[in-house]
């Protein structure tokens, strides 16, 4: 900058070069003034030109940091002023190298330090970066909002949950989270595969941070075939076996842990709590998808029970109404209980009274049977259970008589005024060659339900904290329900409950009140030991006091029959229902639930209390029991039901009783009225199975020869073809007096062929459980032998439970291998 005294030398001389007098008029007083503002001048400070650059070039630095703080990138510029720079005046002509670099590291989206070189300026800051966080993986859960609204952002709650009002309406908008840093692409394949942001995060940046992928059909079972923004699910294709990923132009739902089901045999689609079929599905639109599970085994069975031997695809959609949700959660909650009881599977503490198979006799030195019927059906459901949920069948579970009986057989109606029929059928044995089946069957007199006589009931529920699991106390409530739809105004129904001490809860209501006895149940919470003994005395106290004379007097017991106060033990029980069932009152037995399951309590309840026993494992067995066979199993045409069969030794050399250990009597018990027998109910059917081995055939299962001196070995006498007599003993209800009726089975040749379906099916149920059992008496256990012959005897099965039996042999067999 030039100083004063080049200025006046300049002046001057511009004066002088237009000669012009030195000076003009006011001159002095005018360069007094020009002096003075020279003199300021010189009194500010230097400002050198460089400085707008370096203005220029922390703008734009600034301008960087607030678009990595919006881009969620790795460093958190908080302060983006530059506080402590220093910058030499000597290197004023690098600055344009130094806001090239600046400016290039900007647009890539990183944030670089170029390194050192001479005659180079650096630009530092004194902002510490944060450490490079793992991405946050949000897996979707069943009710959770976990999708954001912008694909690019989101703020998650402290629980890294969505509120309400940020639930997706787009089923491809999706999460990104996290800090991502540069991280090398990996191929991962497994069964079950989780890719993340240290996969694929290269394919993903700007689309998708964390994806957890997995082919579990146990997990919550959301859709992730999803299409996403810049389509990352292309690298994923080829990852994840049994799994399917599609683009974004799919349109088909592809569900996660459905390659595990067999599509040959399909499983039950419900969408929102509705039964639909697959066209139904595949029409679905996937953007109104809130959640999908896939059940399998216990949970499914327990929801839906032979429909979903296949499996049960559950879908829920986004808009349902108030009632929809109720009842969604309540079938999860059942899923859940389910689950859990998976655990206990080995480790359980139920209970089972052991006992030995019957094994043959010789017919010359015992040629007499006799035992008590048997109407439950509490061991099929209950094995149905154990197998369905993958358990090791416990052996003492299977009573083989309660499998036949569960199935209902084609038997004629009696005739005259008989309670009964009774049918018999003579063939071959299936699971051993040579030996013959002797088929004896009885049905009970329909009557219909307008002629039955009234009903008083008593519902005694146990509600102490072993209850307290949904496949037991809610299912017992809904169970309750389906019997109240039975019933007519003119029956009555009271309630009384036990858990550390028994009470009721509602006195004898008429069934019209319908309202009233639901609303009773629904109050009913599980908590406290359990006081069964006080519970039945209080129980039958109430029946008694409000007893029908000619009526259906009965107490219906629910429970999972673990008593632990009072009358515990299977003596004492015994003792007590013994007592009660001289009162004229009967008795039904509802177990339920799994784990401290005590199944030797409710047997010997119903055996000694003139009742029946049924074991609840879903509501496809509540309806069966309390709806469809109602009236067999609540209303009884005769009790104290006895057999007796005698053989001739012509035709057999010996044979066994298959089933009815612990219903066997002595000989003598047949014609003592004082004797405790089974109960046939209004429209049922009882079937028993002998083996026989015929007179003349070796079998290595006939037991040893004894050489009698005393006994008659051979019979002179000539009774032409018969094979055996069959003797029946029977009281009606109310009755004290039993009558008897007789019937002569001939002896036949037939073959397993020319058999009926009846014979066919049980003889295949009576086979599968030989087999469950391994049973040293029988020769061929081939399981597949076992479904052949069941479906030979199939038959017209309206129903579906014998459909439901050959899909319980094919899953069994599946877990054996």
């Not at 036990?498 to 009913?524: F, R, W």
Request: with cysteine.
């Amino acid at each position: 900058m030039e100083n004063n005294h080049d200025i006046d030398k300049k002046f001057n001389d511009a004066s002088q070069s237009v000669e012009e007098p030195a000076t003009f008029p006011g001159f002095d007083k005018v360069w007094a003034k020009v002096e003075i503002k020279l003199d300021n001048k010189e009194k500010k400070k230097v400002i050198p030109i460089w400085f707008s650059y370096g203005i220029a070039a922390s703008l734009i630095i600034g301008l960087g940091a607030f678009y990595f703080i919006d881009k969620k990138d790795v460093v958190d510029i908080s302060k983006p002023n530059l506080v402590q720079n220093t910058v030499s005046a000597k290197v004023n002509s690098k600055v344009e190298v130094t806001n090239s670099i600046v400016k290039s590291n900007i647009e890539k989206e990183i944030v670089v330090v170029p390194s050192q070189k001479e005659n180079q300026v650096l630009v530092y800051s004194n902002v510490v970066p944060e450490p490079v966080k793992a991405p946050i993986i949000l897996v979707p859960q069943q009710g959770d909002y976990r999708v954001a609204s912008n694909p690019y952002y989101m703020e998650p709650d402290h629980d890294g949950v969505l509120d309400k009002d940020d639930e997706p309406q787009d089923m491809r908008e999706v999460v990104v989270t996290g800090a991502l840093g540069i991280r090398k692409r990996q191929d991962v394949i497994s069964s079950s595969t989780q890719i993340s942001n240290s996969n694929v995060i290269q394919s993903l940046q700007g689309s998708v941070a964390g994806i957890k992928i997995s082919n579990n059909s146990n997990n919550n079972g959301w859709l992730y075939n999803q299409s996403y923004n810049n389509n990352p699910v292309n690298y994923l294709q080829g990852q994840i076996p049994s799994n399917t990923i599609s683009g974004i132009l799919s349109q088909n739902i592809l569900i996660r842990g459905a390659a595990s089901l067999d599509w040959n045999n399909q499983p039950l689609i419900v969408i929102d709590g509705v039964v639909k079929d697959q066209n139904f599905l595949s029409k679905l639109n996937s953007q109104q998808i809130k959640s999908v599970d896939i059940l399998k085994d216990a949970s499914a069975s327990a929801l839906y029970g032979s429909r979903a031997s296949n499996g049960v695809i559950v879908i829920t959609t986004k808009k349902l109404s108030r009632k929809e949700r109720k009842a969604l959660k309540q079938i999860q909650k059942v899923h859940d209980s389910i689950n859990l009881s998976k655990q206990i599977k080995q480790s359980n503490s139920e209970e089972y009274d052991a006992f030995v198979e019957n094994p043959f006799e010789l017919t010359k030195n015992q040629s007499v049977s006799t035992f008590s019927i048997d109407v439950d059906k509490a061991a099929y459901s209950n094995v149905r259970r154990m197998i369905n949920n993958g358990e090791i069948v416990n052996k003492n579970a299977i009573r083989i008589e309660e499998m036949i009986n569960y199935f209902k057989y084609d038997y004629p109606q009696p005739k005259n005024e008989q309670p009964f029929s009774i049918n018999t059928e003579y063939n071959d044995a299936p699971w051993n060659s040579k030996h013959k089946l002797l088929k004896i069957g009885l049905q009970g007199k329909n009557i219909p339900m307008d002629r039955l006589p009234s009903s008083n009931f008593v519902f005694l529920i146990d509600v102490s904290g072993s209850m307290d699991a949904v496949n037991k106390l809610p299912l017992l409530k809904s169970s309750f329900k389906v019997l109240l739809d039975q019933l007519r105004p003119q029956d009555k129904v009271g309630i009384v409950v036990y858990a550390g001490s028994a009470g009721m809860v509602l006195p004898p209501t008429s069934a019209k009140e319908k309202n009233k006895i639901i609303e009773a149940l629904d109050k009913l919470q599980a908590g406290g030991s359990t006081a069964g003994g006080q519970g039945i005395e209080l129980a039958y106290k109430l029946a008694q006091e409000n007893f029908i004379n000619g009526g259906n007097n009965r107490v219906i017991i629910a429970t999972d029959g673990d008593f632990n106060v009072g009358a515990s033990s299977t003596g004492d029980l015994q003792t007590l229902i013994e007592e009660k069932r001289k009162s004229g009152v009967f008795l039904t037995c509802l177990g339920f639930g799994m784990g401290n399951f005590k199944d030797n309590h409710m047997e010997t309840l119903a055996n000694k209390g003139n009742g029946n026993y049924a074991y609840i494992d879903n509501m496809q067995e509540a309806n069966k029991f309390l709806g469809k066979e109602f009236a067999g199993s609540m209303y009884a045409i005769a009790k104290d039901v006895k057999i007796q069969i005698e053989f001739n030794p012509k035709f057999v050399k010996s044979y066994r009783l298959i089933g009815y250990e612990n219903r066997k009597l002595k000989n003598e018990d047949f014609t003592n009225d004082k004797i405790d027998a089974g109960e046939l109910g209004n429209g049922h059917t009882v079937t028993a199975l002998y083996e026989v081995i015929p007179s003349d055939v070796k079998s290595e299962f006939l037991p040893k020869e004894n050489d009698l001196k005393y006994t008659k070995n051979t019979s002179d006498e000539n009774f032409n073809d018969e094979l055996a007599t069959v003797k029946f003993r029977y009281k009606k209800p109310d009755g004290n007096t039993s009558s008897e009726i007789v019937q002569i089975v001939n002896n036949t040749n037939e073959s397993i062929s020319s058999a009926s379906e009846d014979f066919k099916f049980a003889s295949s149920v009576a086979w599968f459980g030989l087999v469950l059992r391994n049973s040293d008496l029988i020769k061929n256990k081939d399981l597949i032998e076992v479904e052949k012959l069941s479906k030979k005897g199939k038959g017209n099965d309206e129903e579906g439970y014998r459909s439901e039996f050959m899909n319980l042999v094919e899953t069994y067999r599946s877990i054996q291998k």
